[in-house]
């Protein structure tokens, strides 16, 4: 008797583990490029937010909103906007997760009717992956994004 060879279809173990590996590699390189496109959209929103708040305050302070000279601070995660002496209903907005700032809880008042502030104040936007983003407030209140 002779046994008649018959012809196998699939692949072999070799070249599935392979074609895993290759699309193991591939997921892997994906996975950090998302993470530093969402790093980087972070950091972005980041200083859009905070640009956002001060633009806001600085240009109630110009028109004479209120009474008072008009704050941005920013605590932890946290941007509040308000007139100075009216503490009921500040604009507040949250910062996303991974994002430090530089100084640790800066405030910026800006001058009834001036717009003016005190001094010159540059704040450093940092995220998780090191990148970092800077506004800058001048004395004449004057903010310009970096």
């Not at 895993?20 to 496109?37: H, N, T």
């Not at 790093?39 to 972005?44: I, T």
């Amino acid at each position: 008797m002779q046994k008649e060879k018959t012809e196998q279809n699939g692949f072999t173990l070799i070249e599935s583990v392979i074609v895993l590996s290759i699309i193991g590699v591939l997921a892997g390189a994906s996975m950090i490029s998302f993470r530093g496109s969402h790093n980087s959209a972070n950091l972005k929103e980041a200083q859009a937010s905070i640009l956002n708040a001060l633009e806001i305050a600085r240009s109630a302070a110009v028109t004479g909103v209120g009474n008072g000279n008009h704050v941005v601070n920013i605590v932890g995660n946290k941007i509040s906007s308000f007139e100075e002496g009216v503490s009921e209903n500040p604009l507040e907005t949250m910062l996303p997760s991974g994002i430090t700032i530089n100084p640790a809880d800066p405030s910026v008042i800006f001058y009834r009717l001036t717009g003016e502030t005190d001094s010159t104040t540059t704040i450093t936007i940092l995220n998780t992956a090191g990148a970092s983003s800077t506004i800058v407030i001048t004395k004449d209140g004057i903010i310009i994004p970096q």
